[in-house]
């Protein structure tokens, strides 16, 4: 048996020894494999030994793993190096140099594998209308403002209606930033956090999901402006509509998790059909997410200048543009005490880290398959 | 089940376009002669390529999803030969290759799979993958995508997928891997190589003729989908627009207005300016990496249709640098740009006009059939239920009874 061959066995029985360790500590004894077909690809079997580190895969789930895609633009399956390569193609690689990412091509695919087959919950029917129907739309910030329409629908108060009022609805504009990015990276699919924000800064511009006083004209233009009303703390939307409802807050998702997420939304496109994917993420993954620790999502230091900026001139444009704001305008400025939500500017908040998503990645694998073990004591 | 399925996996470059072009206009003639091309619509074949591959591209993917199998079943279930086309499928690991070789019945002891590369020497292809970047938005200069593809570990996007989709003896191996304990043997290989400039315009066509097996059918040839080619003052100024139009410009708006406008219909037919071509600096590095290449694909043994010798592209006889151009001609070109520009937007204008017109035409229809008195009842009995609650549920009762609303959603 070649020392590859070994070591995929070694993989396959649980081990987590390095493959320059295992290399050295083994004279070759074998011919090198006659099928590179039938060989993993130094990604797969990284990802193999980092699972193995991190719990017990089931048996099922390491045949997975060794056959798993490197979904997305990048590098194809990678020999290990020391041993005979072909004369052609991508150099051989020691597997513990893989940058995360590479690691991460073969853990996304499987999990957005998972999303596609577990599936949805049946979401519960909605009430008839009431007799009493208020007469609203409401938009703004996404993340706040589709789950409480959700839930006023499923209580008899559907949207729309002659002579409906829209009410935008916003928060600080540092967490209406967050908002933003986090609906787009379930949704749309996005670039990186903090690079995202730097090509906003660069274009001097907001995201129209989190450009309040945009909509707000976009509005004005089909309904006039005395039917366009701003909220500024989703708090008060129940009291303004006149429902006795708690409306939901959406889910806070560690920025580790959230990042977990951006990187598979894409790939869920890749199993499941047109327009099944913002279900997916958003009902069938991100509640399974939202259980994950860790600090939420913020605006990073280098970036608050620019966001305070943009929050001043969306405060003046508030106050001044004539449409009706329910709640303190200054809220949209954000700092300290401003909102309680988590998230938001002035309250903790980081930016994802490679290391801590690959950890959530290889964890929230072995959770979903039932008869793998997280972090079990059993090592090969 | 298909005798033979001749399966076109690349490369980039090379002419695919237009066969893939041909062979879909001609697909009922095609299979009057036992010939299937199973696409119901032309880019049928990258959709399964991206679904083979596990690739996401741009939120096309969702309409892939199960493609690769659904092409396999209908070349499966044909019986004659059947032709699969796409130059992405290049970069088909082993594993991605087994598995599209097994579903096409290779080594089921009836079907014959061909594997078929078209190849074009590296001194064209590097400066045209280039060029396709910069189409593609890419702001990479051609000095940073010429050090890229150098770097040894081809850990970056650009290395990896050019290497992947380039690398002939290296292609031909995944895919022969990919064939498993089957095996597929050297005259199943087909190398067709694009001929050197200066040769007969239809070469490359017999070429594909003779490989295909197309000889002797009156093939409709005429195709618009070739791809067109920009000069060093044309790239240059593309990507200037990419650098300042990326965090601004919507996806739909630089494919329509960049590319289509800008670089297919303006800058494309611009043919004085100097041609992109392989640095100097670089040619016995290519040159070198060619020479082993053909050694390499000799020794094999494989079939091919033209010569291993157009693979050794000749020393470009000038060459001009497009990240430092002739300013002047780059001003030429903008101006072209600029003036084409304007033009469209004078026909949007045009059309927006004409829309208002129709628009104030409909506005006069509207108010003479007010004028009817059956309207205009109608319209005081709708102003009269929106006053109170009880109208309005008479209205809400109306608008679900009807099965369709027209209120605001």
């Keep these: 048996m070649s020392r590859a061959s070994a070591w995929v066995a070694h993989l396959r029985g649980g081990g987590i020894t390095p493959w320059r360790a295992f290399r050295d500590g083994m004279p070759d004894t074998g011919p090198p494999p006659t099928d590179p077909a039938g060989v993993p690809g130094a990604q797969q079997l990284e990802a193999l030994r980092r699972l193995n580190q991190a719990g017990r895969p089931s048996p099922a789930l390491v045949e997975r793993v060794l056959s798993g895609d490197l979904v997305g633009r990048g590098r194809g399956d990678l020999g290990l190096a020391g041993e005979a390569q072909p004369h052609f193609g991508t150099p051989p690689v020691d597997p513990a140099d893989l940058p995360v990412n590479e690691l991460l091509r073969v853990l996304t695919g499987l999990l957005a594998e998972d999303v596609v087959r577990v599936g949805v919950p049946p979401r519960p029917a909605d009430q008839r209308p009431r007799f009493r129907r208020v007469r609203y739309r409401l938009g703004g910030d996404p993340w706040l403002a589709v789950p409480m329409r959700a839930e006023l629908t499923r209580h008899g108060f559907p949207p729309g209606g002659g002579r409906a009022v829209t009410y935008l609805v916003g928060r600080d504009l540092g967490g209406m930033l967050v908002d933003a990015w986090t609906r787009r990276s379930l949704t749309d699919g996005a670039a990186g956090w903090e690079t995202w924000l730097t090509k906003l800064r660069r274009a001097d511009r907001l995201p129209p999901r989190a450009d309040l006083m945009r909509q707000a004209r976009w509005w004005e233009r089909r309904v006039g402006p005395q039917n366009v009303r701003i909220v500024t703390d989703a708090a008060l939307v129940p009291t303004i509509l006149g429902v006795d409802l708690a409306l939901p807050q959406p889910p806070v998702l560690a920025a580790d998790a959230l990042d977990l997420a951006r990187r598979v939304s894409p790939l869920v496109g890749l199993f499941a059909g047109p327009g099944q994917r913002e279900e997916l993420m958003l009902r069938g993954l991100v509640p399974r997410l939202a259980r994950t620790d860790g600090l939420p999502l913020a605006v990073p230091e280098r970036f608050r200048q620019w966001v305070e900026r943009r929050a001043r001139l969306v405060y003046e444009e508030l106050t001044g543009c004539g449409y009706a704001v329910l709640g303190d305008p200054a809220l949209v400025l954000g700092g300290p005490g401003t909102s309680d939500r988590p998230g938001s500017a002035g309250g903790p908040g980081t930016s994802p880290s490679e290391q801590a998503v690959l950890g959530l990645a290889l964890r929230t694998l072995l959770e979903n398959d039932p008869h793998s073990h997280v972090e079990g004591a059993w090592r090969g | ?409």
């Design chain 2, 1 to 409: 089940m298909a005798e033979r399925v001749l399966l076109h996996v690349g490369t980039p470059k090379t002419g695919t376009t237009y066969l893939q072009d041909v062979c879909f206009r001609n697909r009922p003639l095609l299979e009057e002669h036992r010939i299937l091309y199973p696409a119901e619509r032309f880019d049928a074949h990258f959709l399964a390529a991206l679904d083979l591959m596990r690739l996401p591209w741009g939120g096309l993917e969702e309409q892939a999803v199960g493609a690769w199998d659904r092409l396999a079943a209908q070349v499966r279930a044909f019986d004659g030969t059947a032709i699969i086309s796409h130059e992405i499928l290049a970069r088909a690991t082993p594993a991605q290759a087994r598995r599209a070789l097994a579903s096409l019945g290779h080594g089921d002891g009836t079907t014959e799979v061909h594997l078929i590369l078209s190849v074009r020497d590296l001194v064209r292809q590097i400066p045209a993958e280039w060029q396709e970047n910069v189409k593609h938005r890419t702001t990479t200069s051609y000095a940073d995508f010429l050090a890229e593809l150098r770097e040894p570990s081809r850990s970056g996007l650009i290395g990896s997928w050019f290497w992947a989709v380039q690398e002939l003896p290296d292609i031909v191996d995944r895919w022969r891997a990919g064939a498993g304990d089957h095996g597929l043997p050297a005259d199943r290989v087909h190398l067709v190589t694009v001929p050197p400039p200066g040769s007969p315009r239809d070469l490359l066509w017999e070429r594909f003729v003779e490989t295909f097996g197309l000889g002797g059918i009156d093939l409709d040839l005429g195709t618009d989908r070739a791809n067109v080619s920009l000069g060093v003052p044309e790239t240059y100024l593309l990507r200037q627009v990419n650098l300042r139009a990326n965090d601004q410009v919507e996806p739909e708006d630089y494919r329509e207005l960049v590319r289509e406008v800008l670089a297919h219909r303006t800058l494309s037919a611009r043919s004085g300016s100097p041609r992109l071509a392989l640095p100097p600096s670089a040619f016995d590095w290519v040159s070198t990496l060619t020479d082993d290449w053909v050694e390499e694909l000799s020794s094999q043994g494989y079939d091919v249709v033209g010569s291993l010798a157009d693979l050794s592209g000749a020393r470009p006889a000038a060459y001009a640098d497009p990240d430092a151009p002739d300013l002047t001609q780059v001003v030429d070109a903008a101006a072209t740009s600029i003036v084409a520009l304007v033009n469209d937007v004078g026909r949007w204008r045009a059309n927006e006009a004409r829309l208002h017109a129709e628009i104030a035409d409909l506005h006069g229809q509207l108010s003479r059939a007010r004028m009817n008195p059956a309207y205009r009842f109608k319209e005081r009995l709708y102003r009269v239920l929106t006053k109170g609650r009880t109208g309005q549920r008479v209205l809400d009762a109306y608008y679900r009874a009807r099965g369709s609303s027209s209120r605001l959603a």
